[in-house]
């Protein structure tokens, strides 16, 4: 199968998107691919089979987990080298983001196959694209580790990020690592709690992270089932410009005539004239 549709090419691995909860989130060029290839490589067969009776597709299937990964990686480059089509599918969303499936992809690039991806459902985009926040930049940042300690100084590393950040987490761990974003980024940033995206119990909340906490322990409901953080960067250090520009003016008022003296304040710290002058004749007249 081409990019633009039609049957499935011989010696290519196609990785498929398929829906992060609500079955019907399958796009027709996945349906078509899965229906079209000779073997279908999945994380977790019974999970995908769900989803392939569901739309009527019958398809060879594989396991693909992440424990056998590497040996599956051999097996579907034999596969694609004896010329047969393959479809790489993960139990939900996109193979490879948070999902095994990269080896594989290495293993098929490595020795040289046709590696074509059939975007789709993403739980990341999913949450980044009803968060309202402006994603001009954001950082997918996963799962953070589950131990307190490392997973409280990989926040550290990132609590002078600019850019969004977006974390995956399962429903144990929710309370304690949206405690510890607040700990770490402090408690005035902004953060979206997706959770089941796409599924009955969808349920988004955007607060301050310092409210996080009691949003979650408002309802046993809220800490259930699977999780998207979208959490806002680092903010911009604003330079208090005229605490700089006052001791840019002490300094120079020391040594220049007050006229002098402003016109160079203005060129160095690129503040106003009126305000440097006021703030000059204040300076001088506290001397
Ligand atoms: N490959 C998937 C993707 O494209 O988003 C991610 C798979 S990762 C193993 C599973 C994690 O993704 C979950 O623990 C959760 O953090 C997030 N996730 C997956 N589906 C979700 C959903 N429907 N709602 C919220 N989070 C979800």
């Not at 019974?46 to 987990?65: E, W």
């Not at 095994?100 to 949450?127: E, L, Q, S, Y």
Request: hydrophobic share 45%; aromatic share 4%.
């Amino acid at each position: 199968m081409s990019a633009g549709g039609g049957t499935a090419l011989p010696g290519t691995l196609y990785v498929v998107a398929t829906p992060i909860g609500n079955l019907g989130d399958v796009t027709l060029r996945a349906l078509e691919v899965l229906r079209s290839v000779d073997v279908i490589a999945a994380e977790d067969t019974r999970i995908t089979s769900k989803l392939l009776n569901r739309h009527g597709v019958a398809g060879r299937l594989i396991a693909v987990h992440e424990h056998n990964e590497r040996r599956a990686a051999e097996t579907v480059a034999g596969l694609l080298a004896g010329g047969k089509s393959v479809a790489l599918v993960s139990d939900a969303g996109t193979p490879g983001i948070a999902d095994p499936g990269a080896r594989v992809v290495a293993a098929a690039r490595a020795a040289g196959h046709v590696v074509v991806p059939v975007p789709g459902a993403n739980a990341a985009a999913a949450a980044l694209s009803a968060s309202g926040f402006e994603a001009g930049r954001f950082l997918f940042c996963g799962f953070l580790p589950s131990r307190a300690a490392e997973r409280r100084r990989v926040l550290g590393e990132l609590a002078g990020e600019r850019a969004l950040m977006v974390f995956y987490e399962a429903p144990h761990r929710i309370k304690d690592c949206v405690a510890d974003l607040c700990a770490v980024f402090g408690g005035a940033r902004e953060v979206l709690i997706a959770r089941e995206l796409t599924k009955l119990h969808e349920t988004l909340h955007r607060c301050r992270l310092e409210a996080a906490g009691e949003w979650l322990q408002g309802d046993d409901h809220r800490r259930r089932g699977e999780f998207v953080l979208v959490v806002e960067g680092a903010p911009e250090i604003v330079q208090d410009a005229s605490a700089g520009a006052e001791d840019v003016l002490k300094t120079l008022l020391g040594e220049l005539p007050l006229k002098q003296a402003v016109a160079l304040a203005v060129k160095l710290t690129g503040g106003n004239r009126n305000e440097l002058y006021g703030l000059a004749l204040k300076l001088k007249g506290e001397n």
